[in-house]
């Protein structure tokens, strides 16, 4: 059970940094997050090839809508997702 915690701990602590540093880029006042070329596709590699399970992503974009909704949103929108998806994601982000 400890070492289990521990294991926890740590994937929290990893969710956490990815969660700040894309809440860092996403308030940038230059905007620059937004120059580059990124697609829900690359993202969703990008998740995966850093461990992500389809739960973590659930679990990140759920604390993301809460903490952050309008750049929840315009990440969303960043990564060229059409608006009937985002508003899809934003709906069972929001769900308890």
Do not use: C
């Amino acid at each position: 059970m400890k070492r289990r915690l521990l294991e926890l701990d740590g994937e929290i602590e990893t969710l956490r940094e990815h969660q700040n540093a894309i809440l860092r880029l996403l308030q940038a006042d230059d905007g620059s997050w937004r120059t580059s070329e990124m697609t829900k596709e690359k993202w969703v590699s990008i998740l995966h090839a850093a461990g992500f399970k389809e739960e973590d992503m659930r679990r990140w974009h759920k604390q993301f809508e809460q903490q952050a909704p309008e750049e929840h949103r315009q990440f969303l929108e960043y990564l060229q997702i059409p608006k009937d998806e985002i508003n899809k994601i934003r709906e069972w982000s929001r769900e308890k």
